[in-house]
């Protein structure tokens, strides 16, 4: 064998090895490369099916709680102007011998509807804000009772065709938390979700009871007028409120039944958070002491309970909870022993602006 072919054979097999060192770094960085590509998708996965989900649960959690907040710096402001308003009209109607001027209080509340998103991977999620108006069959109220030295009943308002109400709702179709409902309605702030409702804020309505033989009631009624409008938005929008009017609180002395001795008093809610009203004045009554007579559940969505007994000398209380079409009821409440109802309505004007 020659020099020259010794020399060729030695030339191939360095080059077989040098091809084969080459393929096996290849092959390592391709592996290696595909294993990153892995590890990287696993934790990308991990962060958008895990983490992903409670930020934005987080999110659309706190974007609720912040417009309950704003719900109740509605509610405070509105609360106060009437105040302030029936505070005027009484120095009015003492110093200028019962001459009382009306003047619109105005006032603005913006609401955030939409809560924020994660940036990429997740959208935020908007809100929808509704106004609707008195004389809707939605949402109102009317008061009835006999009063006395007056041969006819009494009633509020006092044209059977006209109701009293109004409401502005917020809701939140939240795709990570539970989606809600937070409504301003009678003065009270109400949330709802799908597995219950109740009143975060008080609605203008009190009972009292002084541990006698009757009860006071106290109402300041809120009817809002304006035109019916919703907005959807990812941002924020506007509630202007004017307070147009407000009556000076009156007290109405209720007298007896004409075919009992009874001192009855009807206050009728028209509302599509039947639950809520039902709790609320079962709560209030018990808080005053009343005793739980009877309860009876006729079936879902229909059902009434009594507190007190007039036999024991204690006013009598009938909580009626009735539902007339789907989401929407008719909460009674029946005072057999009245002695007071303190009255006064107040007009707001709403609009919602953009």
């Known amino acids: ?87 005027i009209q009484m120095y009015q109607s003492i110093v200028a011998g019962g001459i009382v001027s009306t003047q619109s209080t105005k006032m603005y509340q913006t609401f955030d509807l939409g809560s924020e998103g994660v940036p990429i991977f997740a959208s935020q999620t908007g809100g929808l804000l509704t106004f609707t108006p008195k004389n809707h069959t939605e949402s109102g109220m009317q008061i009835m009772f006999r009063e006395k030295g007056v041969t006819t009943p009494t009633s509020f308002p006092a044209d059977p065709n006209d109701v009293i109400g109004g409401k502005l709702v917020f809701y939140g179709p939240n795709r990570y938390y539970v989606e809600q409902w937070i409504s301003y309605e009678n003065g009270g702030i109400i949330v709802k979700q799908p597995d219950g409702e109740t009143f975060r804020a008080a609605p203008t309505i009190t009972l009292d009871w002084n541990k006698g033989a009757f009860m006071n009631v106290t109402v300041t009624e809120i009817d809002m007028i304006g035109e019916a409008e919703s907005v959807y938005s990812l941002g924020t929008v506007g509630v202007n409120v004017n307070i147009e009017a407000v009556d000076l609180p009156t007290n109405y002395f209720v007298a007896k039944g004409l075919v009992d001795n009874q001192y009855h008093l009807f206050m009728n809610m028209t509302t599509e958070y039947g ?80």
């Not at 064998?1 to 040098?18: A, P, T, Y």
């Not at 005793?291 to 507190?307: A, M, P």
Request: charged share 20%.
């Open 1 to 87: 064998m020659g020099r020259s072919e010794f020399f060729n054979r030695s030339l191939k097999r360095s080059v077989k090895r040098i091809c084969l060192k080459k393929d096996k770094e290849a092959v390592a960085s391709v592996v290696g490369t595909i294993m990153a590509l892995l590890i990287f998708l696993t934790f990308m996965s991990i962060f958008v099916t895990t983490y992903i989900p409670i930020w934005m649960k987080d999110n659309e959690r706190g974007h609720m709680n912040q417009v309950q907040n704003q719900f109740g710096d509605l509610k405070g402001k509105v609360d106060n102007l009437i105040a302030y308003t029936s505070t």
């Open 275 to 354: 639950a809520a009203y039902y709790t609320y004045f079962n709560s209030t009554c018990a808080a005053e002491g009343l005793v739980q007579q009877s309860h009876i559940i006729l079936d879902k969505g229909n059902e009434s309970i009594t507190y007190g007994a007039a036999s024991t000398g204690d006013p009598m209380v009938t909580i009626i909870k009735h539902r007339v079409a789907e989401n929407q009821y008719i909460v009674t409440v029946h005072l057999y022993m009245a002695y007071k109802i303190t009255y006064n309505l107040a007009t707001l004007s709403v609009e919602v602006v953009q």
